[in-house]
């Protein structure tokens, strides 16, 4: 069964640490989404891509990066990991055939804790 | 810009209660609009979605109303079980990526 996988599911680093969370997707689906859940912000989104090559910020990109150079990857890297990054981590992908109003499809989370 | 407004929690309920979760929006054109549940230590799925005016969504009991004069997507159940028990998200997309309400929380008691 097509499936989306995150890893590692936890993961625990240190202030200034470059991090990177794998994201991985086996439905050749073209949109690819990171989001952080924080209590009391529900989801926000990190960063985005529509296809290979491509990639777009989101209402929290500030200290993230992604680079999309495969169809079923998008990684997630925190170039220097601060204490405010410490959050549960979504990915999620979705058709592209009728764009953005399709349904997303989510990973299980990877809980990153910066001390 | 886009937005999701809902309900504040933790809601409460016994079993077999009725149950609202409220959500209304800002954006801009005509948005789809989306219910997602979040399970205990899981990713979210989607539960419903509407993508124009006066639909209807609905799955597992679960029904919401896309409502463009109230600008609203309220998810109703008429009898909720203890297995409904987690976080509600509303979201809708438009022309950006899918905007999320800040969640839910429901807790349904034998």
């Known amino acids: 069964d097509a499936e989306i996988t995150q890893s590692p599911r936890h993961k625990i680093t240190e202030t200034g640490r470059q991090v990177t969370l794998a994201c991985h997707q086996t439905w050749n689906h073209n949109n690819m989404f990171w989001y952080r859940q924080d209590l009391g912000h529900g989801l926000r989104l990190i960063h985005y891509?529509?296809?290979?090559?491509?990639?777009n910020k989101g209402e929290v990109s500030d200290g993230y990066s992604v680079s999309r150079s495969n169809t079923e990857d998008l990684p997630l890297t925190l170039e220097s990991a601060a204490s405010s990054q410490t959050s549960v981590y979504f990915c999620?992908?979705?058709?592209?055939?009728?764009?953005?109003?399709?349904?997303?499809?989510f990973g299980p989370g990877t809980r990153l804790t910066v001390l | 810009g886009n937005s999701v407004t809902q309900m504040e929690g933790p809601v409460t309920l016994s079993e077999e209660a009725f149950l609202t979760i409220n959500c209304t929006y800002t954006a801009t054109g005509y948005p789809s609009l989306f219910w997602y549940v979040q399970y205990p230590g899981e990713g979210l799925q989607l539960l419903l979605k509407?993508?124009?005016?006066?639909d209807k969504g609905s799955n597992k009991g679960f029904e919401a109303t896309y409502r463009k004069e109230t600008t609203s997507f309220h998810l109703e159940k008429g009898s909720v079980q203890v297995s409904d028990s987690a976080v509600y998200f509303c979201?809708?997309?438009?022309?950006?990526?899918?905007?999320f309400g800040k969640g839910t929380r429901l807790s349904v008691i034998a």
């Open positions: 999620a992908s979705s058709l592209t055939a009728s764009g953005p109003t399709d349904e997303q499809f």
């Open positions: 979201a809708l997309v438009g022309n950006t990526p899918l905007v």
């Open positions: 509407a993508t124009k005016a006066d």
């Open positions: 891509s529509y296809g290979v090559q491509d990639t």
